[in-house]
């Protein structure tokens, strides 16, 4: 079962290119969330969605850009990456908002994100 | 801010004993928890679940402790096994909050 996929598994890039990780997800969950994952940081809010069109930020945005013009998909992008922005991202979804007691994150995979 | 926190960055048990990770919170109005596994590789799992109107909650063979007191929760394996290996996250829900995580490594 696809559930949440996230793509690409690896990125190589360059200090000051635009990158996008994808996110897509096949539940209609109506949130979803961009944590990054860094040795002693643990998994840090970036942006997270409560629904198509609408997106909020976490706990550390700056560098980031997201949008969610369908329920699925969630794309994450780095406008201009820099060395700090390497880290594992990844990408979850929640039927939060539909069954409050249901607030479990469903994780995709992550993407290695390298920036030289 | 809120935070969530773990008192051991790394855990290593024996084969078959039981293993502790605990975890302090600081929101005293978090009112939902969950306990998160990730294996290598992997992104994070959900294990258990607790609402703060509860003490305790048990599932196969872990058992989650909550102290609204103190503002701390622990996650308990029994006879822990090789498959556990793994780095365990506590969440506060409300606030999408992760702790930093314990790595339990289980020896043979």
């Known amino acids: 079962d696809a559930g949440i996929t996230q793509s690409p598994r690896y990125k190589i890039t360059e200090t000051g290119r635009q990158v996008t990780l994808m996110c897509h997800q096949t539940?209609?969950?109506?949130?979803m969330f961009w944590y990054r994952q860094d040795l002693g940081h643990g998994l840090r809010l970036i942006y997270y969605?409560?629904?198509?069109?609408?997106?909020d930020k976490g706990e550390v945005p700056d560098g980031y850009v997201v949008s969610r013009s369908k329920t699925e998909n969630f794309p994450l992008t780095l406008e201009s990456a820099t060395r700090s922005q390497t880290s594992v991202y990844f990408c979850?979804?929640?039927?939060?908002?539909?069954?409050?007691?249901?607030?479990?994150?469903?994780f995709g995979s992550g993407t290695q994100l390298s920036v030289l | 801010g809120e935070s969530v926190g773990l008192h051991l960055p790394t855990l290593s048990v024996q084969e078959g004993d039981n293993s502790i990770i605990n975890c302090a919170y600081s929101?005293?109005?978090?009112?939902?928890f969950i306990w998160y596994k990730q294996e290598s590789g992997k992104g994070p799992q959900f294990i258990i679940d607790?609402?703060?109107?509860?003490d305790k909650r048990q599932g196969q063979r872990v058992t989650v402790l909550l102290n609204k007191t103190v503002k701390h929760l622990s996650l308990q394996i029994a006879a822990t096994q090789p498959g556990d290996s793994a780095v365990y996250f506590c969440?506060?829900?409300?606030?999408?909050?992760f702790g930093p995580g314990t790595r339990l490594s289980v020896l043979p």
């Open positions: 539940w209609s969950h109506s949130y």
């Open positions: 969440a506060e829900t409300q606030n999408f909050v």
């Open positions: 969605s409560a629904a198509a069109d609408i997106t």
């Open positions: 979850a979804s929640s039927e939060r908002g539909h069954r409050e007691a249901n607030e479990k994150l469903f």
């Open positions: 929101n005293s109005a978090s009112d939902y």
């Open positions: 607790i609402r703060s109107n509860m």
